[in-house]
């Protein structure tokens, strides 16, 4: 497509229940980026995917969080046991790998997770 | 991460030129200047980075100062639909390292009057 589509767009569920999150990327886009915005936030990096491997997972806030990315497109990021405070709009970028170049990202329109 | 420092807000009217201010003091010479900005219940959409000269794309233009410890993101003619957050970021492009990260500020939120 032409841009970075993310679905679901809105999320609601209870507290203690698992989610899935999918990302669909630009195509030809090998990087692949998750973060996490929450009310009145700038968002923050959760995880890095540059083809199927995720190069850089730090900003994943625990164990409960996990992030694929099977066939180097499409990605999905996996929540168990959600809580309350995992509330907040998760977003996915993606880019040309060449990060020289200084080029920009390009963002979805999110998914806005409530845990209730 | 070198910092970068904006207002929290500012107000523009429309079809008036809007001057958005970013300090980053601690900028480091391999640092490109990016501007992101996001629409209410959007994603942050790219807008332009630069390194040391000004920029001019179809979006706005970036003046980045001589000594690169402050950059404008100029909008020459606000429209309505320009009222969103702008967020300046400074991006280590050279290899190795979080040359990939993204780090958000909490941006300026620009409120344009009709």
């Known amino acids: 497509g032409a841009g970075v589509s993310q679905t679901p767009s809105n999320k609601v569920t209870e507290k203690g229940k698992y989610v899935e999150l999918r990302c669909d990327p630009i195509?030809?886009?090998?990087?692949l980026y998750w973060y996490r915005q929450s009310l009145g936030q700038g968002p923050e990096f959760l995880i890095y995917?540059?083809?199927?491997?995720?190069?850089?997972d730090s900003g994943l806030p625990n164990d409960r969080f996990f992030a694929v990315r099977p066939e180097g497109s499409v990605s999905t990021l996996k929540i168990q046991r959600t809580e309350r405070g995992d509330s907040a709009v998760y977003l996915c970028?993606?880019?040309?790998?060449?990060?020289?170049?200084?080029?920009?990202?390009?963002f979805g329109s999110g998914t806005r997770l409530t845990v209730v | 991460d070198a910092k970068t420092t904006q207002p929290n807000s500012m107000e523009s009217n429309e079809e008036e030129p809007v001057h958005l201010p970013c300090n980053h003091s601690?900028?480091?010479?391999?640092?490109?200047i990016h501007w992101y900005r996001q629409l209410p219940s959007q994603g942050p959409e790219y807008v332009i980075h630069?390194?040391?000269s000004n920029v001019n794309n179809r979006m706005a233009s970036l003046a980045i100062a001589e000594d690169r410890k402050s950059s404008t993101l100029i909008l020459h003619r606000a429209t309505l639909r320009d009222a969103a957050v702008y967020y300046c970021?400074?991006?280590?492009?050279?290899?190795?390292?979080?040359?990939?990260?993204?780090?958000f500020g909490k941006g300026t939120l620009l409120t344009v009057n009709p």
């Open positions: 970028a993606s880019s040309l790998g060449d990060f020289r170049t200084g080029r920009g990202y390009t």
């Open positions: 195509s030809g886009h090998t990087a």
């Open positions: 995917f540059q083809g199927t491997g995720a190069a850089d």
């Open positions: 601690t900028i480091s010479g391999t640092d490109y």
């Open positions: 630069g390194l040391t």
């Open positions: 970021i400074l991006r280590d492009v050279t290899g190795g390292g979080s040359n990939y990260k993204l780090t």
